[in-house]
């Protein structure tokens, strides 16, 4: 899961340029959703029932945006330079948010937790 997590990151990093309004907008709403998920994963305090409880929802509700999300970034081209801009104005923001993506790994084999990561897999 936080392999394919990190994998739509990266993926996400690498789109066009900056300063194309579409995909800063795109960058904005995966990174909101990357932050959800994250804060609710934070929130469980390591309880994997509560985190669960907590992920599952964000999940569910962004889980039309998180496919579309992924078929716009499969769809760019990896371009070095753009992902370095990408970086330079998303990094800080997006490593804040893959904090609580540990959480998720501490929980992985919780079986709530699994079928939310199943889902998470199939949409990234």
């Known amino acids: 899961m936080i392999r394919n997590a990190l994998f739509v990151c990266i993926a996400a990093l690498g789109l066009s340029a900056a ?3 579409g995909d800063d907008a795109k960058m904005e709403q995966f990174i909101g959703i990357m932050e959800d998920i994250s804060k609710a994963a934070k929130s469980a305090n390591g309880d994997c029932g ?3 409880d907590a992920v599952g929802p964000v999940v569910d509700k962004n889980a039309g945006a998180m496919k ?8 760019q081209k990896n371009d ?6 990408m970086m ?4 800080d923001r997006m490593m804040k948010a893959m904090d ?3 959480d998720l790994a501490k929980c992985a084999t919780d079986p709530k937790m699994e079928a ?3 889902k998470m897999k199939d949409m990234m």
């Open 100 to 102: 609580g993506m540990g």
């Open 19 to 21: 300063g194309c309004k």
């Open 50 to 52: 509560k985190m669960a």
């Open 68 to 75: 579309d999300l992924k078929t716009w970034a499969d769809g």
């Open 116 to 118: 939310i990561n199943k």
């Open 80 to 85: 070095k330079a753009k992902a370095e801009a």
């Open 88 to 91: 330079k104005k998303y990094g």
